[in-house]
């Protein structure tokens, strides 16, 4: 089995349950892990034999792009994009940062972490 981690993806997005989050947006991290069974990959060096890291960025991005009040919500979509166009995929987990979320005080950033 092989575990791919696509981590540190950032994006300016605009999820938030407030009206100005949904204007001028915010930065937002994405780290995400799947499993899958990687043998015939691992022997034919081969793209088409492995899950392409680059496709699943593309899916990570176009879901990021659709405003959502929830990160919660943003992350179920993405692992159901990734799990839908990948069904070698055993497992998957997800971890989405807001960056300075607008919460009445300092905060670095809160997170989500969901898995499949």
Do not use: W
């Amino acid at each position: 089995m092989g575990n791919i981690r696509l981590e540190g993806m950032e994006f300016f997005a605009y999820h938030g349950c407030f009206a100005e989050e949904q204007i001028i947006g915010t930065r937002f991290i994405v780290d995400l892990e799947f499993t899958y069974d990687s043998t015939k990959a691992e022997k034919s060096d081969h793209l088409p034999d492995a899950v392409n890291y680059q496709d699943v960025y593309r899916i990570v991005k176009e879901q990021m792009e659709q405003k959502s009040y929830l990160i919660e919500h943003v992350g179920r979509r993405i692992l159901d994009a990734v799990r839908a166009s990948f069904p070698v995929i055993s497992h998957a987990g997800i971890r989405i940062s807001k960056v300075n979320p607008p919460i009445g005080g300092k905060v670095a950033q809160v997170c989500c972490v969901l898995e499949d």
